[in-house]
């Protein structure tokens, strides 16, 4: 069964600090890829995705990820982050040819921000 | 984005009771899910259904089920709430095509405390 891991559980960056969110999943096939977030009080909302072609991809808010296949990775980054940026964010991924048809979600990484 | 409206958004109860959250949207998608949030744990699918003839379990179903009573809607019942199911439960949405390549739309979420 596929299985995603996020090892940073809780990360405390000052403004302007660079980000980055491991990710790590665990299935040798061809799979789509997903970061959500999830702001205090809300619901999730796609931050980026990757499918198939650039593995480097860009999502909104200067964010973007890189999809390592051969370390099975996908690694949320920003450059500067900013305290409206505080929130959870996930890692996603369908396997798209096992016939689960239905996202795996890692555990989350709280991210705070402090001005 | 999906207009997916989840209600109640909040609700208290006592172990033992019958409790069902709805979930509807308005975009005609296809594909429903049901979540729970447990902090540390992320998401956990609970049940989800591609339409109104095909309802699947997820990972985590016991204690729990639905019914998808049109496109439109799909519900979530727990039949005698207990404490551990206190929990933040979401509901999303996938439009139909491949081309939708399980990109999620989420509700705002049901928080549950079963007392």
């Known amino acids: 069964a596929q299985s995603v891991s996020q090892h940073n559980h809780h990360v405390i960056l000052s403004e302007a600090a660079s980000l980055e969110l491991g990710c790590n999943y665990s299935?040798?096939?061809?799979?789509?890829l997903f970061w959500y977030v999830q702001y205090p009080g809300q619901h999730l909302q796609l931050l980026l995705k990757?499918?198939?072609?650039?593995?480097l991809v860009k999502g909104i808010k200067g964010f973007e990820a890189e999809f390592i296949k051969s370390k099975f990775s996908f690694n949320l980054r920003k450059p500067s982050v900013q305290w409206s940026d505080t929130a959870e964010y996930f890692c996603?991924?369908?396997?798209?040819?096992?016939?689960?048809?239905?996202?795996?979600f890692g555990s989350g990484t709280r991210l705070q921000v402090q001005p | 984005d999906a207009d997916v409206t989840q209600t109640p958004r909040n609700r208290i109860t006592k172990t033992g009771k019958r409790i069902m959250l709805e979930c509807s949207q308005t975009k005609g998608h296809d594909r429903m899910y049901w979540y729970r949030q447990d902090p540390g744990l992320g998401l956990q699918l609970i049940y989800y259904?591609?339409?109104?003839?095909?309802?699947n379990k997820g990972e985590i179903s016991d204690g729990y089920s639905v019914s998808r009573q049109a496109q439109a809607k799909f519900s979530l019942s727990l039949e005698s709430a207990i404490p551990n199911q206190t929990a933040l439960y979401f509901c999303a949405t996938t439009p139909p095509g491949r081309l939708a390549k399980n990109i999620q739309y989420f509700g705002a979420g049901t928080r549950l405390s079963v007392l």
């Open positions: 299935y040798g096939g061809t799979v789509n």
């Open positions: 259904s591609f339409d109104v003839k095909d309802i």
């Open positions: 990757y499918f198939s072609g650039d593995p």
């Open positions: 996603a991924v369908n396997a798209r040819d096992t016939g689960r048809r239905a996202l795996t």
